[in-house]
């Protein structure tokens, strides 16, 4: 048998490791590894308290659905590796990095009121770092509460619409001087579309704010000096007005303006006769050219007494300017005329403090029902 060949090489077959040697826990940590892995980057995205949990569509660019716009923080290490430490807070947009606790600010509307009054602010505008904010006013929200369940659930009167409360300056004590912008009062107006007088006179103003109430009393037509003048029912016809004063009366009791009665009580609107608007004697050399002058210079409603005239005024032009000057004179002259009575009716309540506060405050109309004519806040 012929000997094999010396020089034959020799392939070893490849190894097969044992199962001896294969170890599934070693898989298994791996699985495991990459679990802890997932779920801290789930809580470091926010966990259960994400935004997105349960929003899954993407909000489209320029939209908010009514969330407050907060500006983008600049990337921080301490905010990615904790972010619960910013929780409970927001920055203002545009801001300087100032944060704020994150609260719900209920919103207010605003309620219209008629011309003169002044609207509730139930939200006062504040700024920070550049950006805005709203404040909560609870007075404020309290006033524009009572304010519409009052509107809503107090009965109306018949002359509901026909007057109306167009202007009022609160907060003031009042003084005897009409218009004087110290004074605390009411204008009332009544529409001149009414179709028939309306009685003002036991109506009541008062506040549900402060529970101060007072009646609307009685006037003088027309005002006699040195006589027993008798007080009457006010009555507003169609475009009428009626101030009404927390003040004391400058006459001692409430009136109805008259072309007169300027010549009594300071600021009220006139048209007393001058001197000039009377026949002058015939004569035409009774009065001199000074005289004359003197004459068209005197202001209307302006009593001119003889011994306050200057001297070198002679003595015909002096007696006849003292004469035709004063209050008693124009009633005397005027007071039968047409258009004599203003529609203007000036009521004083003679109280010596305000019945209304400036801000935050209602002032309501009843009429003798206690039913509500009108009501406004400011």
Not at 37 to 51: H, Y
Request: aromatic letters at 12%; glycine letters at 8%.
């Amino acid at each position: 048998m012929p000997d094999a060949p010396k020089n034959n090489s020799f392939s070893p077959r490849p190894k097969i490791s044992s199962s001896k040697n294969h170890n599934p826990l070693n898989e298994l940590k791996w699985f495991f590894a990459i679990f802890l892995i997932i779920g801290l980057l789930w809580f470091l995205a926010g966990g259960l308290n994400s935004d997105k949990k349960e929003d899954p569509l993407i909000t489209p660019a320029g939209e908010t659905y009514g969330q407050e716009e907060i500006a983008k923080e600049d990337f921080s290490w301490k905010s990615f590796f904790f972010p619960w430490a910013n929780q409970g807070t927001s920055t203002f947009s545009g801001g300087t990095g100032l944060t704020a606790p994150s609260l719900s600010v209920p919103s207010m509307s605003v309620q219209s009121m008629p011309v003169g009054s002044i609207s509730p602010q139930g939200m006062g505008v504040g700024s920070i770092g550049g950006g805005s904010y709203n404040l909560y006013d609870p007075a404020t929200e309290r006033v524009t509460d009572e304010l519409n369940n009052i509107e809503y659930s107090a009965p109306k009167s018949d002359l509901y619409g026909q007057l109306t409360i167009k202007k009022l300056k609160a907060g003031a004590k009042g003084y005897d001087i009409v218009g004087s912008p110290n004074g605390e009062y009411v204008q009332i107006y009544a529409n001149k579309d009414n179709t028939k007088t309306v009685r003002l006179t036991g109506m009541t103003l008062k506040s549900p704010i402060t529970l101060r109430a007072t009646k609307i009393g009685q006037a003088v037509k027309v005002y006699y000096p040195g006589q027993k003048n008798t007080e009457e029912d006010i009555y507003l016809n169609p475009g009428d007005y009626a101030y009404i004063y927390t003040a004391k009366s400058p006459i001692f009791m409430s009136f109805q303006l008259n072309r007169c009665l300027a010549y009594l009580v300071n600021g009220v609107p006139s048209s007393c006769p001058v001197p000039l608007n009377y026949s002058l004697p015939t004569d035409a050399n009774k009065f001199s050219d000074k005289c004359l002058d003197y004459m068209g210079e005197i202001s209307s409603c302006r009593d001119y007494s003889y011994g306050e005239l200057p001297t070198t005024l002679e003595h015909e032009c002096r007696v006849f300017i003292d004469e035709h000057t004063g209050y008693n004179r124009c009633l005397q002259d005027v007071g039968s005329k047409p258009g004599f009575l203003g529609n203007i009716w000036y009521i004083y309540l003679n109280r010596s403090e305000s019945l209304w506060k400036s801000n935050r405050d209602i002032t309501e109309l009843r009429d003798q029902s206690n039913k509500l004519v009108d009501i406004v806040s400011r």
